[in-house]
């Protein structure tokens, strides 16, 4: 999971176990305005689950796992 931060690792491996549970197909992992990205190729049929992991991931560092919310930096960038 060298894409993703060690904080995030948890949410994603749930993500990455459902899709091998449901014979799903990954297509993209990604953070964006702070938060994890989820997308599969059956992803509208978990819709809630996925959008919970999302929804954790704003309130988790994804570097080191602890608790956070959502801010803007000076560049911009959004962080936990």
């Known amino acids: ?24 197909v990954v297509h993209q992992v990604k953070e964006k305005f702070g938060m994890l990205r989820l997308y599969s190729e059956k992803d509208h049929e978990f819709i809630d689950f996925i959008s919970n992991l999302e929804k954790e991931s ?3 560092c994804e570097d080191c796992g602890a608790a956070g919310k959502i801010r803007n930096d000076r560049n911009g960038k959004d962080l936990v």
């Open 1 to 24: 999971l060298e894409f993703v931060g060690k904080g995030w690792e948890p949410l994603v491996i749930q993500f990455l176990r459902n899709c091998e549970e449901h014979n799903d």
């Open 58 to 60: 704003s309130k988790i």
